[in-house]
């Protein structure tokens, strides 16, 4: 069955520290798509990553960047040089093929917290 | 902007009260999903629909019915309300299926008092 685990309920870094967000998941499909989403204070999701279950290369965007290892069954995503901003829920999310339907399965989240 | 728009922002409404929720999709995208965040739940998987037709059902209660129109926009309807149900309701789309990017729209916030 799908699952989604983002151990971490909540995290407080002060600002400047780097800071690693995990996530594991669990499916049967060997094809399947990986998600991470931002939930600010202000409620709307946004998009931040999409990464296909046949690509393991790591991915860097400014100052986050995200692990892919399918030998652990874990997309933790890493936010370096952490500011004030980056306060917010982070989702991790799973969509695969064999379930019959295109939905997303969403972890409970992460709150981040950066404090100045 | 993820390019998706919901009606209203923001709703407060009495229970035993029916309300309809409004989605309208990127530009171009077929799939239409609903989502429903609440503290206890978390975001949960309602409804989908592709091209206008129902695709997948989720933990949709049956009191809660969906609809795609031929402009694909959406609409959620919700009757019967209960305290419970008061949450933050997403609306998303993508190109078409699981393999494509979903992106959401900035969510009904709904209070029943």
């Known amino acids: 069955a799908q699952k989604v685990t983002q151990a971490q309920t909540e995290i407080s870094v002060v600002e400047k520290e780097d800071v690693t967000l995990d996530c594991v998941y669990e499916t049967r499909d060997t094809t399947y798509y990986l998600f991470w989403y931002k939930q600010p204070p202000s409620g709307e999701l946004v998009f931040l990553i999409r990464r296909n279950s046949f690509d393991e290369q790591n991915e860097i965007s400014g100052r986050y960047s995200w692990n892919f290892q399918k030998s652990t069954s874990s997309f933790n995503f890493t936010i370096t040089a952490s500011q004030v901003v980056d306060s917010a829920v982070y989702f991790c999310?799973?969509?695969?093929?064999?379930?019959?339907?295109?939905?997303?399965?969403f972890g409970k989240g992460t709150r981040l917290h950066i404090l100045p | 902007d993820s390019g998706v728009t919901q009606t209203p922002k923001h709703l407060i409404t009495a229970t035993g009260q029916r309300v309809t929720l409004r989605c309208s999709p990127r530009?171009?995208?077929?799939?239409v999903y609903w989502y429903q965040q609440s503290l206890d739940q978390g975001l949960q998987f309602l409804i989908q629909?592709?091209?206008?037709?129902?695709?997948a059902k989720g933990n949709i209660l049956e009191r809660f019915s969906a609809q795609q129109f031929p402009d694909l926009h959406s609409e959620l309807n919700l009757s019967s309300l209960e305290l419970g149900d008061s949450a933050l309701y997403f609306c998303?789309?993508?190109?078409?299926?699981?393999?494509?990017?979903?992106?959401f729209g900035p969510g009904t916030r709904l209070t029943v008092l």
């Open positions: 998303a789309s993508s190109a078409s299926d699981y393999t494509d990017t979903q992106y």
């Open positions: 999310a799973l969509s695969e093929a064999s379930v019959g339907d295109d939905k997303i399965i």
């Open positions: 629909y592709y091209n206008g037709e129902e695709r």
């Open positions: 530009s171009g995208d077929l799939s």
